[in-house]
């Protein structure tokens, strides 16, 4: 439900409405507008009757949000959200471009390639740490050896860190190393760990499952942004369809589409999306032209090399000019890409 309060509502009359909320066991969600204040009251509500609210002083109207999930619909926030982020924000006219390894496999390849992202045109730093593999005999990741040196590579670059995040266990110990948690595919509807998430106020980069529709991307997000971590980003990262030809199917409907019923920003991995280099630049820049807030892309020095997903990482020549096609992508639709305060000229 969502309570409108009237333009100028004193604060006495928003405190009683959002008492009133907590003695119906729902949650309340206040957004302080310059002029006007939205309450939202989420929880099991269907049978609080929205009578009671509209006798509040004050309350100018009451609305039910008709999706099942509340919070990330447009219905609750018609605005995009816009989120900053250390040196960059997203949800607004600039792209953000986050780009690196899939795994930190070692302190000099995540030095270098860091470098080598941020030359090319990267906002960010992504790399896994704790990587979840289809194998358990697989590479799991460096682990926390693996965080200290992506802290080394922003303190030599500037850029803010992005790493998954696979275990409750494993949040406390990254949070202090992290700039945005990722949230894998794998792990979306992980309840607990959503919850967990939810709880800390770190920035997620949340991945579709390959299986999950786009409603149930959205319950997922609802799970991290009703615990009061509201700056989550969805990204859209290829989905499993009858099609062999590549790793997954990007499903580029999902950029408009979520546009639509969400206010949150939207971000496309061409990397798993297609599992090959020679798609990615292709798929980056549909990813724009349909509307993506940000782009998330897998680039190593030595794909041929790389621990995991080399076959679909961008050398950083690669990376340089996909960066330059989609910024031509970004201006067509009234966009652009950040202009870093950390880029090198
Ligand atoms: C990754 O980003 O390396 C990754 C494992 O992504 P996803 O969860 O989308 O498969
Ligand atoms: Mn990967």
Redesign the pocket.
């Known amino acids: 439900m969502m309570i409108i309060m009237h333009p100028g509502a004193p604060r006495e009359q928003i405190d009683a409405v959002i008492a009133e909320i907590e003695k119906q066991k729902l949650t309340s969600h206040p957004i302080f507008g310059v002029e006007q204040t939205i309450i939202g009251a989420v929880g099991d509500g269907h049978y609080v009757a929205k009578e009671i609210f509209e006798a509040f002083p004050g309350v100018m109207e009451v609305q039910r949000i008709s999706k099942p999930y509340k919070l990330a619909s447009r219905q609750f926030h018609e605005q995009d959200s816009v989120f900053q982020l250390d040196g960059f924000s997203i949800g607004g006219t600039e792209i953000p471009i986050i780009a690196g390894p899939?795994s930190v496999e070692s302190r000099a390849q995540i030095l270098e390639i860091a470098q080598a992202v941020k030359e090319g045109g990267a906002n960010a730093l992504?790399g896994?740490v704790f990587?979840?593999r289809t194998s358990p005999y697989a590479f799991q990741g460096l682990g926390e050896e693996g965080l200290e040196y992506m802290v080394e590579a922003r303190e030599k670059t500037g850029l803010p860190l992005v790493v998954?995040v696979m275990a409750v266990s494993q949040i406390e110990m990254m949070t202090k190393y992290v700039d945005v948690f990722?949230l894998?595919?794998?792990n979306m509807q992980n309840f607990n760990l959503l919850r967990a998430i939810g709880e800390t106020r770190t920035p997620v980069l949340f991945?579709r499952g390959?299986s999950a529709t786009i409603e149930e991307m959205l319950m997922a997000s609802e799970y991290i942004i009703s615990g009061g971590n509201t700056r989550v980003m969805l990204?859209e990262?290829g989905i499993r369809t009858f099609e062999t030809a590549t790793r997954n199917t990007t499903d580029i409907n999902a950029v408009p589409v979520l546009k639509k019923l969400t206010h949150l920003p939207v971000i496309i991995?061409p990397s798993?999306s297609t599992g090959d280099s020679a798609f990615v630049s292709a798929v980056a820049k549909a990813g724009v032209a349909a509307g993506a807030d940000g782009i998330?892309v897998?680039v190593h020095q030595d794909p041929a090399h790389a621990i995991?997903?080399g076959k679909q990482s961008l050398t950083p020549e690669a990376f340089a000019k996909m960066v330059k096609q989609v910024k031509a992508v970004a201006e067509a639709v009234d966009r652009r890409l950040v202009v870093s305060q950390h880029a090198t000229a």
């Open positions: 899939c992504r896994g990587k979840p998954e990722q894998g595919a794998r991945k390959m990204c990262r991995d798993h998330i897998e995991s997903d």
